[in-house]
């Protein structure tokens, strides 16, 4: 993977990190900038202690747990009190599965297993339906850390795609934060907004419906937003509004896979901020 990341507006020299992607080429650009707030909760976001999901977390009626067959066989599901869960191993009640906790094996009727685990971003992102491409976790990882993400934090995202990086940026930024995603596509807005009620992080993300490469992002996030983030074909087109809207010292990261595409982003970069430092990483 190679990615590049972007500084503007301290004076840091620019720099050039390696640079040598044999398959697919990710590149982020990152304009840096920060900012530091506070925690709240959700049911899947582990962050408060007194409200952590831990392994003392006993299963309830309703609760979101991922059915962990292999670490290649992963399945989440609602509990819901008369319903069962079958595979190859056999039928199991859901009603067997409540009061226990978190990582519990449980049985079926003909004695094959499963573990019953607490939902994470990390688990969500390989159990999601894909309606399209998405992040996966070592990206993931790499662009909160590079955004400067933290509890408090303004982010702003398009495209939504599956969610997948929302849903870890929506744990980073929790409690008192807040992720806007955009996407163009309704039915993908819907879909997003429907996994973020079931996973518990509705009250962290707001998934709106917009062309941001056409319209930009909303003008109210002028000046407010801590960091942005850029998954879209054309990047180079948002960079001016998201250059707006970032505070000073804001943070902003792009992701794509051609090298044209960051070409083109670069440019933008360049005629929209002052200073601007690459970083490369390749897998
Ligand atoms: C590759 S997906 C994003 C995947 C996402 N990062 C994830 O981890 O799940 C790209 C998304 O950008 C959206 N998109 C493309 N052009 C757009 C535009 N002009 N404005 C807003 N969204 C756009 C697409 O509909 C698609 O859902």
């Known amino acids: 993977m190679v990615s590049l990341q972007g500084i503007h507006g301290r004076g840091i020299k620019p720099a050039v990190g390696s640079f040598s992607g044999w398959f697919d080429l990710f590149i982020l650009l990152v304009i840096f900038i920060s900012a530091l707030k506070f925690l709240d909760i959700t049911k899947m976001l582990p962050i408060d202690p007194t409200k952590k999901v831990t392994f003392q977390s006993r299963i309830s009626e309703g609760d979101l747990v991922i059915v ?14 008369g319903s069962v869960f079958q595979n190859r191993f056999g039928v199991f009640e859901h009603a067997d599965w409540i009061g226990k ?39 993931i990882s790499f662009v909160i850390s590079f955004l400067e993400i933290v509890p408090g934090c303004l982010v702003l995202e398009s495209g939504t795609g599956s969610g997948s990086l929302t849903t870890s940026l929506a744990r980073a930024v929790a409690p008192s934060g807040h992720v806007y995603t955009f996407d163009f596509h309704e039915q993908r807005a819907a879909s997003a907004r429907e996994d973020f009620e ?24 002028c000046g407010l937003v801590d960091s942005v983030f850029l998954d879209l074909p054309q990047p180079w087109l948002a960079i001016p509004s998201a250059g707006k809207l970032l505070k000073l010292d804001g943070v902003l990261c792009s992701f794509s896979p051609c090298i044209e595409q960051v070409q083109r982003s670069c440019e933008s970069l360049r005629t929209n901020f002052t200073v601007v430092v690459y970083r490369c990483k390749d897998i």
């Open 198 to 221: 079931k996973t518990g992080l509705s009250s962290l993300i707001t998934v709106g419906v917009r062309d941001i490469q056409g319209e930009g992002f909303p003008e109210n996030f």
């Open 101 to 139: 906790p978190f990582g519990s094996k449980v049985l079926s009727n003909k004695g094959g297993f499963v573990y019953l685990l607490a939902p994470t971003p990390e688990l969500w992102t390989l159990v999601l339906s894909h309606r399209t491409q998405i992040l996966y976790i070592v990206d």
């Open 68 to 81: 962990y067959e292999r670490h290649d066989h992963m399945k989440a599901i609602k509990v819901c009190c």
